[in-house]
């Protein structure tokens, strides 16, 4: 996984990963953002559809083992699973190819994002630290929000805490596109859907839970079999924008179901593990391309500096 070449973008990661830590106050060795989770092992096999699509090994592959990470927002590592601020939940998936080689597919759980580019993420960011709660209005945030119209959608949108990690929609924002053994092209935005159903508390009800019971519901589900997702792939329609993850195409597109993942167990040293693993969103991997979405490259980089950091630390 190498860094970007641009030193602008670079620049602009570093400052994301600082100003992520200052706010939060992340102790060393954990993420400035998603610092709470858990890694399961399990196994992807992927539908016959996803080999039509895409020539891409997990897709093709009779089985492929994978991690999954569930995680909760923020760079607070012992943030209450009850706390509105730990929503959007994170969903992150490694598919295991081979020694040293994998491809990913990361997710959160809402289908829009404030941003659409590092700088404006800075920004954002930014604005979040220099407006307190007794600062004049309108605060650096509000006047923000007024500006950008898909920060203040991200804002608004629902994000209810689960009833389990294993009943949340999860949403990969990127588009990417995939190929065929044909060469033909297919832009797609990936989605996991829970066998299980969506299941989520009110605010009311989730209030009075253990501040870790997300963790403690994967123990009792896991003992009870595996937690199953569907990964599946919304396509892009000629003229769909995909390079703006702020920008969502329309529900009438059609989805492809790419196959299914079964969860088993919580990964020994699932914490150390976290610790040393860094997710990436380029794909890497021949049948799957990254979109020219600017985001991709810019989460790249600031995954690698916090990954590099958390391994130092």
Do not use: C
Request: glycine share 6%; proline share 10%; no cysteine.
């Amino acid at each position: 996984m190498p860094f970007p070449d641009d030193p602008a973008l670079m620049k602009t990661a570093g400052d994301l990963v600082a100003k992520l830590k200052e706010i939060f106050q992340t102790p060393p060795g954990f993420r400035p953002a998603h610092a709470k989770g858990e890694i399961l092992s399990g196994t992807f096999t992927p539908t016959a559809e996803a080999s039509k699509i895409s020539k891409a090994p997990h897709f093709n592959n009779t089985s492929t083992p994978i991690w999954a990470r569930f995680s909760n927002s923020t760079g607070l590592p012992a943030i209450p699973d009850t706390d509105g601020n730990a929503d959007p939940r994170g969903m992150a998936v490694r598919f295991i190819l081979g020694d040293h080689i994998h491809t990913d597919v990361i997710g959160h759980s809402t289908p829009f994002f404030p941003v659409n580019k590092g700088e404006d993420f800075l920004a954002l960011l930014q604005a979040i630290s220099t407006s307190p709660p007794d600062a004049p209005h309108p605060t650096p945030i509000e006047t923000f929000l007024g500006s950008h119209p898909a920060a203040l959608a991200f804002v608004s949108a629902p994000k209810p805490a689960p009833i389990s990690y294993g009943t949340e929609q999860y949403w990969g924002i990127n588009a990417y596109k995939l190929i065929a053994e044909d060469g033909k092209e297919t832009f797609i935005r990936y989605q996991f859907i829970p066998d299980a159903g969506v299941s989520t508390f009110t605010a009311d009800e989730v209030k009075d839970k253990d501040p870790n019971f997300l963790h403690q519901e994967l123990e009792e589900r896991l003992s009870k079999g595996a937690i199953g997702f569907k990964l599946v792939a919304q396509v892009a329609a000629e003229g769909d924008q995909v390079n703006d993850a702020t920008v969502h195409w329309p529900e009438d597109r059609p989805i492809v179901e790419l196959g299914s993942l079964k969860l088993e167990k919580v990964l020994e040293d699932s914490a150390k593990v976290a610790k040393v693993t860094i997710f990436d969103p380029i794909p890497r991997v021949s049948g799957v391309e990254a979109s020219e979405d600017p985001l991709l490259e810019m989460r790249a980089a600031l995954y690698l500096i916090s990954g590099k950091e958390r391994r130092a630390a």
